[in-house]
């Protein structure tokens, strides 16, 4: 396939990712060389607008309407949309500037099988090594503090075997705490009864001082009223 054909697809395939498929389509001929999948297609008519010809030539061609166009104001067209996309999108703008590292990802593979680290270029290894350098640099910090316990014998290993038999000890402990733990729960909701009852006790009393209050009021007015009534009455008799 020849370079233009190549970077044509390409240009397309970003076109039409961006812009969406187009309602119309230039009027292209492709002259395929031979192939297992398609030699046994026979050249055919000359074909009709958006229609793909395919013949038995050795060579692949292209031709394009005088009105369709060109090539660079196609890609500079791209470039403008690319710019303003990625200044708004910032998944899209990471890979705008990154384009050159993720290139070897992008590319479709080729028939060669290799290892990941054989396919990537060795600028993209030393960024993505610059990228995990503080993880890097965490797991060398574990490793030396790993390296220094062990130098001091304090790993663990050997301070397992002397816990061993402290393992009853250790079970009778939890037990007792844990029968304590239940005394304590019990002692603390009769705290809570009892202080629950002194409160019901001492609204009750309030509101039984309050309602006495309030009777006591009640007869200091009737008797003052009385004794005013019996006043007048003594004065109007004299």
């Given at each position: 396939?020849?370079?233009d054909?190549?970077l044509?697809?390409?240009?397309r395939?970003?076109?039409?990712?961006?812009?969406?498929?187009p309602?119309?389509?230039?009027?292209?001929?492709?002259?395929?060389?031979?192939?297992?999948?398609?030699?046994?297609?026979?050249?055919?008519?000359?074909?009709?607008?958006?229609?793909?010809?395919?013949?038995?030539?050795?060579?692949?061609?292209?031709?394009?309407?005088?009105?369709?166009?060109?090539l660079?104001?196609?890609?500079?067209?791209?470039?403008?949309?690319?710019?303003?996309?990625?200044?708004?999108?910032?998944?899209?703008?990471?890979l705008?500037?990154?384009?050159?590292?993720?290139?070897?990802l992008?590319?479709?593979?080729?028939?060669?099988?290799?290892?990941?680290?054989?396919?990537?270029?060795?600028?993209?290894?030393?960024?993505?090594?610059?990228?995990?350098?503080?993880?890097?640099k965490?797991?060398?910090?574990?490793?030396?503090?790993?390296?220094?316990?062990i130098?001091?014998g304090?790993?663990?290993s050997?301070?397992l075997?002397?816990?061993?038999?402290l393992k009853?000890?250790?079970?009778?402990?939890?037990?007792?705490?844990?029968?304590?733990?239940e005394?304590?729960?019990?002692v603390?909701?009769?705290?809570?009864?009892?202080?629950?009852?002194y409160?019901t006790?001492?609204?009750?009393?309030?509101?039984?001082?309050?309602?006495?209050?309030?009777?006591?009021?009640?007869l200091?007015?009737?008797?003052?009223?009385?004794?005013?009534?019996?006043?007048e009455?003594?004065?109007?008799?004299?």
């Open positions: 396939m020849s370079p054909l190549a044509e697809i390409r240009l395939t970003i076109e039409a990712i961006i812009y969406g498929v309602s119309h389509s230039s009027t292209s001929t492709f002259n395929i060389d031979s192939d297992p999948g398609i030699s046994h297609l026979s050249p055919i008519e000359p074909h009709k607008e958006g229609e793909i010809r395919f013949t038995g030539e050795s060579k692949y061609t292209r031709q394009t309407e005088k009105s369709s166009i060109s660079t104001r196609r890609i500079k067209d791209v470039m403008d949309v690319l710019e303003r996309t990625g200044g708004q999108d910032d998944g899209i703008k990471r705008l500037d990154g384009y050159d590292q993720y290139l070897p992008l590319q479709p593979g080729s028939e060669t099988i290799n290892s990941d680290s054989e396919s990537l270029p060795d600028h993209t290894k030393l960024i993505m090594v610059l990228e995990a350098s503080e993880d890097i965490q797991a060398e910090r574990g490793l030396r503090e790993i390296d220094l316990l130098s001091k304090v790993d663990g050997g301070e075997e002397k816990m061993l038999p009853p000890e250790i079970v009778n402990a939890q037990k007792s705490s844990i029968s304590r733990m005394e304590l729960r019990k603390r909701e009769e705290v809570n009864n009892l202080l629950r009852r409160s006790y001492t609204n009750t009393v309030s509101e039984m001082f309050i309602e006495l209050h309030n009777r006591t009021q009640t200091e007015d009737a008797v003052t009223r009385l004794e005013r009534k019996k006043k009455e003594l004065e109007s008799r004299y």
